[in-house]
């Protein structure tokens, strides 16, 4: 499934017409999965099942970005606010990275793509970081795509974090004020490892960041796609980077 040559992935037939640019993919693409409750209730199922099947599209997508060439892909999966939800929500929530891994780990590995994180993973259940330490054990040594789940994630809390950290420094001595800059506090956040999503995608047609990278995201171009996350697919995420590759990034220049 991954391995298809680029020849192939030019013919790919699409609504819009517009052909896909292979030399201008975006390197770190970040999605807001959103929408799953509201596909189950479409269909008079429990909102669980909305999160299963946004689970199968985790895959397909996983898929087309690795075989795009994307370097970063970064999944909201759980934010910090998520925890206000029933307990029995939460709970499925926290074992699908489990269920996931069981079913997935193999083609990641076949793969040669990383798995890694952001995000307070103290906070979880030890059934679910296990699970994802042994896939990033596992995956430690690929050099494909960077496959980043942001679990119990929240920029805001991310920051307060950052901040702390390094006031400890400040404190210790081993800085003064003028280290401060933007370049060390990205050295601060979660995502020091990754350059800032070139794309951000939301699905389920709500228009608001919901508190997912809210620094990295400064220059990122937003995309709002109106499927809800069960339903969307490899062609969509091919039809949100054709947008992307419409679009004049100017960084505050001209
Ligand atoms: C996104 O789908 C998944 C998570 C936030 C965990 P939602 O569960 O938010 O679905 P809607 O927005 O209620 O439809
Ligand atoms: C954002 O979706 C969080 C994730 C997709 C994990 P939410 O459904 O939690 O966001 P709001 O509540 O609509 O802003
Ligand atoms: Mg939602």
């Known amino acids: 499934m991954f391995k298809k040559s680029r020849k192939q992935k030019r013919n790919e037939s699409d609504h819009s017409n517009i ?6 993919i975006p390197q770190h693409v970040a999605i807001i999965m959103d929408g799953n409750g509201r ?23 996983t898929r087309e970005a690795s075989d795009l060439g994307i370097k970063y892909l970064t999944l909201y999966a759980f934010s910090t606010e998520n925890w206000t939800r029933p307990k029995s929500e939460v709970n499925y929530i ?25 995000g307070f993973l103290e906070d979880l259940p030890n059934s679910t970081l296990n699970a994802i330490n ?16 942001a679990l119990n994630y929240g920029g805001r ?3 307060v974090h950052s901040v702390k950290s390094i006031y400890e420094k400040l404190a210790a001595n081993q800085m003064s004020s003028d ?21 951000l995608i939301r699905s389920s047609g ?14 990122s171009e937003f995309i709002f796609n109106e499927k809800l996350w069960p339903d969307f697919d490899k062609h969509d995420l091919i039809d949100c980077i054709k947008i992307y590759q419409s679009r004049q ?5 001209l």
């Open 94 to 118: 926290m074992n699908l990275p489990v269920d996931f891994l069981k079913t997935f780990l193999p083609e990641l590995i076949e793969n040669n793509v990383k798995v890694e994180t952001i």
């Open 157 to 159: 809390a991310e920051i």
């Open 134 to 149: 042994k896939a990033k054990v596992e995956t430690q040594h690929n050099t494909g795509l960077k496959l980043i789940f």
């Open 39 to 61: 596909w189950a209730k479409q269909r008079k199922l429990p909102r669980i099942k909305g999160h299963y099947q946004g689970m199968q599209t985790v895959k397909k997508v």
């Open 179 to 199: 280290d401060i800059t933007e370049d060390m506090i990205n050295e601060h956040l979660m995502t020091h490892n990754y350059p800032d999503p070139d794309l």
């Open 19 to 24: 052909e896909l640019d292979l030399d201008n």
């Open 249 to 253: 990034r100017r960084f505050g220049g």
């Open 206 to 219: 709500e228009q608001r960041i919901s508190n997912f990278l809210i620094w990295q995201a400064s220059y």
